[in-house]
């Protein structure tokens, strides 16, 4: 079975021919090099571009492995590309294994030491190169974000523009799950949307193909990457965000469950150090903590989600599966999905208690930042008593300002307003809708 991805299809074809490069980020194994080389590629060949006009590159591939050498995959697209009057379209899967090549033809000594750098001749390079000629259209993917989609504006010179992937979407996966709406939420926020465990029919190998992907590839990669001693804090790490998805937390509590966790200490330093590669790597996202009064940002306090849900279930051998959680972290994703920016709100709000007021906190669960406006979210099981809905929408009430609010409740309930002007809606519609945050009703 094919798993259509056109929100994907549609940005690309947004993009090409842009004179920039096309840099396809995400997680490993969410579908990035099937989007380019089979979706993507299939499209333009229906549109008439013929076989010899693409040039693909996977350098993961054993066959392929020379072609690291940022030289050698140079000379290698140049020479399939020869008709400067021929349009090509340029595929270069997993970027991120290029390695940067000592440039022999400048003398070191004459080089200061803050431009060491320039001696190297790197991926950045020849990719710069290759789109100065007119006729090439070039795409890479890649699985590590500080490679990539930090560095698109120096080291791309402006001439980058991303796509960023995830898994599988609750709407990409309803229409094939073959289920009832409520059945698949169930099912998606269990085994999550990783496309190979969606296509996975029996239960057992889902688990064990998403529980493997943690060891055999994520934390593999990582401990290859940064040259690590040993997995140990790294898996522990992942165990404790796994396990506090949706909970404020800070490098020095998350150094305290994970030595828990292994018997032994580890210092706050590496944890941050951790914390910053699993992001990289698109296994976790972070959303800051803003003061919605303050119009501030509070420091080293924030909240972390698992890019998957079925991939935090499965390091946690499924099972810590608790509903509020899993919803919030789907909801989450969904808004990153979306293109939103992302932060956890507080409202301070004084209360008057036995005679004497006191400062108290309450947290909006997701401020949306659209471009035009914010809108709160709060996700909520469910607001079954006035008492349930008060405490719910509490801290929205106290914000201070007009911006839309929406609760998002458990289930498949149909937007209504209430009296204040608070949106309602359950999950499933929310998650459905192709503009979720423009609900009216």
């Known amino acids: 079975m094919i798993i259509e991805r056109e929100q994907y299809v549609n940005e690309l074809l947004s993009k090409r021919w842009n004179g920039k490069v096309k840099i396809i980020t995400g997680i490993r194994r969410c579908g990035k090099s099937f989007l380019l080389s089979t979706l993507y590629k299939d499209y333009l060949k229906a549109e008439g571009v013929p076989e010899d006009c693409f040039v693909e ?61 320039m001696l190297y001749t790197t991926f950045y390079d020849i990719l710069n190169d ?13 699985s590590n974000s500080k490679m990539l989609s930090k560095d698109i504006v120096t080291n791309f010179r402006d001439r980058g523009s991303e796509i960023k992937v995830y898994p599988l979407s609750f709407k990409e996966y309803y229409p094939i799950s073959g289920m009832e709406r409520a059945d698949a939420l169930e099912e998606y926020m269990t ?6 465990a969606v296509l996975e029919k029996d239960e057992a190998e889902k688990r064990k193909y998403l529980k493997g992907l943690h060891k ?18 790294l898996d522990a ?10 909970s404020l937390t800070n490098p020095h509590n998350l150094a305290n469950a994970a030595g828990s966790l292994m018997k032994r200490s580890t210092s706050d330093h590496t944890i941050k150090n951790y914390l910053d590669y699993l992001e990289d790597a698109y296994l976790f ?50 808004l990153l999905r979306r293109g939103y920016s992302v932060d956890v709100g507080v409202v301070e709000v004084t209360i008057v208690k036995d005679g004497k007021k006191q400062q108290s906190q309450y947290e909006i669960d997701f401020i949306v ?25 509490f801290s ?41 945050l423009n609900f009216s009703s």
Do not use: C
């Open 369 to 393: 930042n659209t471009g035009r406006e914010k809108v709160y979210i709060q996700s909520a099981l469910n607001v079954d008593t006035e008492a349930k809905r008060n405490q719910e929408t």
């Open 130 to 142: 290759l789109m100065g000629r007119s006729n090439l259209d070039v795409y890479v993917t890649g």
């Open 216 to 233: 055999r590839v994520y934390i593999k990669d990582i401990v290859e990457r940064y040259k690590l001693k040993d997995d140990e804090v």
């Open 57 to 117: 590159i996977a350098l993961d591939k054993k066959a392929h492995v020379k072609y690291r050498n940022p030289n050698e995959l140079y000379d290698y697209i140049v020479n399939r590309t020869p008709d400067a009057l021929k349009r090509y379209y340029v595929f270069i899967d997993e970027i991120q294994l290029s390695f940067k090549v000592k440039n022999e033809d400048v003398d070191e000594r004459l080089v200061p030491e803050e431009d060491q750098d």
């Open 396 to 436: 929205m009430k106290n914000s201070g300002d007009f911006f839309r609010k929406i609760v998002i409740l458990d289930g498949n309930t149909k937007a209504w307003t209430d009296e204040d002007g608070i949106i309602y809606i359950g999950v499933i519609p929310f998650l459905l809708e192709e503009n979720p």
């Open 285 to 334: 996202a972070s959303a800051k903590r803003y003061d919605v009064k303050g119009k501030r940002y509070f420091e080293n306090t924030l909240k972390y989600y698992s890019m998957d849900t079925g991939l935090r279930n499965a390091k946690l051998n499924f099972r810590q599966q608790e509903k509020s959680h899993l919803m919030e972290n789907m909801i989450f994703i969904e």
């Open 237 to 246: 790490l992942i165990d404790a965000l796994s396990s506090a998805v949706g």
């Open 191 to 196: 085994y999550g949307g990783m496309p190979l």
